[in-house]
C-alpha cells in the first residue's frame, strides 16, 4: 500500500490535485483512499458530486470513539473521508489530525484492502498534529505542490524543512502555475537545490474552475482535456516514482536570489 | 451513561502503576512536573523510581521531545535500569510529541515501554489496557496474558458503572459504619456457634491490606468458637510475576494464622470474574454471617445482611447509599500496601482482635 501526504501552501490548490490524482488512480482501477485534513471539510467534495463527506470527528464527537464510519464512494470508486475538525478559533485542529488518523488506521487503513491512500494536509507542518500523517506507520511518501511565486516557495522550504526533521523523504515537487515569468525553471531549480526534482508541472486553465463548480474533477467533468492528461501524468509519474531523498532546505535568501536570477 | 461528577483515578495512574506490575524500575512521565504526584510518591515507596520531563509553556509551544530525549539519557547514566516506562500526560499527548522517535534518538540499552495515553482517554482501565498491549508489542509479556488481562480490566470497567464508582453522578465520602459494630457482630455469631465466611475480593497490592481480615476472624474462632469459610482471589498461578508474588506471600501469611482457604477464586488481577466464582460457591455453601473485604460490589448478590470491607470514602458512600448499612471503610489501605511484603493489621481486624482478648461481647 502506497500511503502518500500532499503539503503545500495554503490555497496552491492541493486539494485540487489530490482530488484530480485519487480521481486518475481510481480510473486506473487502483483501491484508492482520499483523506482530507482541512477542518473545512471540503477537500472531496468534487470526488462526490459536491457533497460533503460526513467529518470523521464529527462522528466521533460525543461518543468519544466506536461508532463505525460509514466512508462514502466517489467517483471511480475512491473512498472519501474528510477528517474534519474544531471551528476556527476553538479546540485543536492538530490534535484532531492525530486522533482520526490513530483512529482511521485502526478502523480502516489496516483492515482493508488498499492500494493507494492520499493524504490532502492543510498549509504546512506547523505542529505535532500537521505532521501526523508522516508518523511512521501513516503516509510515508510526500509530495509538495508550489508555484514559482516567492510564499508558495518559502511555505515549501518550510515543509522541507519539517520534513528533514521528521526524517521524512520527498518524492517531489509539484508545480501548479500561476504562470508567473520562467516558472517552470524556477521551480525545476528550487527543486534541485533542496535535493529532489519537479515531478510535474501543472498548467492553469479556466476548466478546472469550471468542472469544481459543477462539483466534480477535471478527470470526470472533462476526462478529454489537456488539464485531465496533466493530473493523470502526475498520477502515473507518483506510482513509478522510485526517487525519494531527504530534502536539503534552503535558505530563505537564497530562494529570493534564485527568483532574481530568473527574471534577469 | 451516567455524567459523573466526583475526582476518580485517570489514565495515567492507571499506566504508571501497571508499569510497576511489569516491573519497570524507572517510570518517566512526559508532561508537566505535578501531573500524577501523590500516585508518583507511592510508587516511590513500592521501589519504582518516577521522573518528569517537567513540562513548561514552552514545551507546549514547541515540543519537548529533546528533554525527554535528555531525560531518558539521564535515567540510563543514573539507574542502569533493564525496563522503563514512559507514561504520556495531556499535555505531551495533545501536542502530538513523538515518543517512539525520543527513544530512538536516546539510544537505550534498557528495553523502553512508551505508553501514549492521556487524562483524557477514558477510564483509567485504558490507560492499564495500552501498557499491557504496548509490553505485549514489545515481547514484555505473552499476547494471550495481555488479551486476557484486557478482559478483566474492560469488565471491571463495566462492574464500576453498574455498581460502583461510576454508576453515579456524584458520591459524597462516607466514613461508613463503626467498626466496634461490625466487630461485636462477628464476635458474637461465632459465641453463638454461627458459621462466619470471608470473602477476599481483592485488587492486587490492596489485599494485602484486606487479607487481615481472615486471619482476625481465624483468630476470634480459636478462642470463642464457632465455625469459619474463608475464600479468596489468592492464586499464586494468574497474573503478572510480581502479583503472583503478593499472592504467595498473603496466603504464606494465612498458613502461618491457621486460615485454611476453602476455595481460590482467582488471581489478584481478576476481581471481577473471582467475584462470580465467589458468588457461586456462596449460593452452595451456607453461612450464617458474610464478610466481603475489598470490592464487595464485585461480588453478585451481596444482602443488606452482609458485612462489607473496603477503602474508599466514596465507595461507602456508595455502598451504604444502597442499602448496605454494614459497610466499614479501612481508608488507610492503599496508602500503607505499597512496600508490602507480608499482611498487614487492619482496623476491622485489630477490632476483633481486641473483643475477643478484652473479653467484650
Ligand atoms: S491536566 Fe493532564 S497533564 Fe495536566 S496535570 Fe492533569 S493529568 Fe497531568
Redesign the interface.
Known amino acids: 500500500m502506497r500511503q502518500i501526504a500532499i503539503y503545500g501552501k495554503g490555497g496552491i490548490g492541493k486539494s485540487t490535485i489530490s482530488a484530480n490524482v485519487a480521481a486518475a488512480l481510481a480510473e486506473k482501477g487502483l483501491i484508492t483512499w482520499y483523506v482530507g485534513c482541512d477542518p473545512k471539510s471540503d477537500g472531496s467534495m468534487t470526488l462526490l458530486r459536491g457533497q460533503r463527506a460526513q467529518a470523521f470527528l464529527e462522528m466521533m464527537k460525543g461518543t468519544?470513539q466506536g461508532k463505525p464510519y460509514e466512508v462514502a464512494v466517489g467517483y471511480g470508486g475512491v473512498r472519501c473521508v474528510e477528517v474534519g475538525g474544531p471551528l476556527a478559533g476553538v479546540g485543536?485542529a492538530?490534535?484532531g489530525i492525530?486522533v482520526a488518523v490513530q483512529a482511521l488506521s485502526k478502523d480502516h487503513f489496516s483492515k482493508e484492502n488498499i492500494d493507494v491512500i492520499i493524504y490532502d494536509v492543510p498549509g504546512d507542518v506547523v505542529?505535532?498534529?500537521f505532521?501526523?500523517p508522516l508518523?511512521?506507520r501513516y503516509a510515508d511518501e510526500v509530495y509538495i505542490v508550489t508555484s514559482g511565486e516567492y510564499l508558495s516557495l518559502y511555505a515549501a522550504n518550510n515543509i522541507a524543512k519539517g520534513l528533514r526533521n521528521?526524517n521524512v523523504k520527498l518524492g517531489g515537487i509539484i508545480c501548479n502555475s500561476r504562470e508567473v515569468e520562467g516558472e517552470r525553471n524556477v521551480v525545476a531549480e528550487f527543486a534541485s537545490q533542496i535535493g529532489t526534482r519537479m515531478i510535474a508541472f501543472i498548467p492553469r486553465d479556466p476548466v478546472v474552475r469550471e468542472c469544481e463548480n459543477q462539483g466534480m474533477t477535471v478527470i470526470e467533468c472533462a476526462p478529454a482535456s489537456a488539464q485531465a492528461s496533466a493530473y493523470r501524468s502526475l498520477a502515473e509519474a507518483m506510482m513509478r516514482n522510485k526517487d525519494f531523498a531527504l530534502p536539503r532546505p534552503m535558505e530563505p535568501e537564497d530562494i529570493r536570489a534564485l527568483l532574481r536570477g530568473s527574471m534577469a | 451513561m451516567t455524567e459523573v461528577l466526583h475526582p476518580r483515578p485517570n489514565p495515567i495512574v492507571a499506566a504508571m502503576y501497571t508499569l510497576r506490575d511489569l516491573e519497570a524500575e524507572v517510570v518517566v512521565m512526559h508532561g508537566p512536573a505535578g501531573c500524577g504526584f501523590m500516585a508518583s510518591r507511592r510508587l516511590e515507596e513500592a521501589g519504582v523510581r518516577v521522573v518528569t520531563t517537567g513540562m513548561r509553556e514552552g514545551d507546549l509551544i514547541f515540543g519537548a521531545e529533546e528533554k525527554l530525549v535528555r531525560v531518558l539519557a539521564q535515567v540510563e547514566q543514573e539507574f542502569h535500569p533493564r525496563l522503563v516506562g514512559i507514561v504520556g500526560t495531556c499535555a505531551s499527548m495533545i501536542i502530538g510529541e513523538n515518543l517512539d522517535s525520543a527513544i530512538k534518538k536516546a539510544g537505550l540499552k534498557a528495553k523502553v515501554l512508551a505508553v501514549d495515553t492521556h487524562g483524557c482517554a477514558g477510564p483509567n482501565t485504558s490507560g492499564a489496557i495500552r501498557t499491557l498491549e504496548v509490553a505485549a508489542q514489545q515481547g514484555v509479556i505473552s499476547q494471550e496474558e495481555y488479551l486476557r488481562q484486557k478482559e478483566m480490566l474492560t469488565r471491571a470497567t463495566l462492574i464500576e458503572a453498574d455498581r460502583g464508582l461510576t454508576s453515579r453522578r456524584y458520591l459524597e465520602p462516607h466514613p461508613g459504619a463503626t467498626k466496634l459494630s461490625v466487630a461485636l457482630e462477628i464476635v458474637r455469631a461465632l459465641r453463638q456457634g454461627k458459621r462466619v465466611s470471608v470473602t477476599l475480593n481483592a485488587k492486587k497490592e490492596t489485599a494485602f491490606g484486606f487479607a487481615d481480615v481472615m486471619r482476625a476472624v481465624e483468630y476470634a474462632r480459636s478462642r470463642v468458637g464457632g465455625e469459619t469459610l474463608h475464600l479468596g482471589n489468592l492464586s499464586t498461578e494468574i497474573g503478572l510475576p510480581r502479583i503472583r508474588r503478593y499472592a504467595r506471600e498473603i496466603q504464606r501469611d494465612l498458613k502461618e494464622a491457621d486460615v485454611e482457604l476453602a476455595l481460590i477464586t482467582g488471581g489478584l488481577d481478576e476481581y471481577p470474574v473471582a467475584g462470580e466464582r465467589a458468588a457461586r460457591f456462596l449460593e452452595r455453601e451456607r453461612a450464617d454471617l458474610r464478610i466481603f473485604a475489598g470490592l464487595p460490589h464485585a461480588v453478585p448478590g451481596i444482602t443488606p445482611e452482609d458485612i462489607l470491607v473496603t477503602d474508599q470514602p466514596r465507595e461507602l458512600r456508595n455502598y451504604i447509599d444502597r442499602g448496605f448499612a454494614k459497610s466499614v471503610g479501612e481508608i488507610n489501605t492503599h496508602a500503607m500496601v505499597m512496600s508490602a511484603h507480608g499482611i498487614l493489621k487492619n482496623e476491622l481486624g485489630e477490632t476483633i482482635r481486641q473483643i475477643v482478648d478484652g473479653g467484650m461481647a
Do not use: P, Y
Open positions: 468519544g485543536c492538530g490534535r492525530i505542529c505535532g498534529g505532521a501526523a508518523r511512521e521528521l
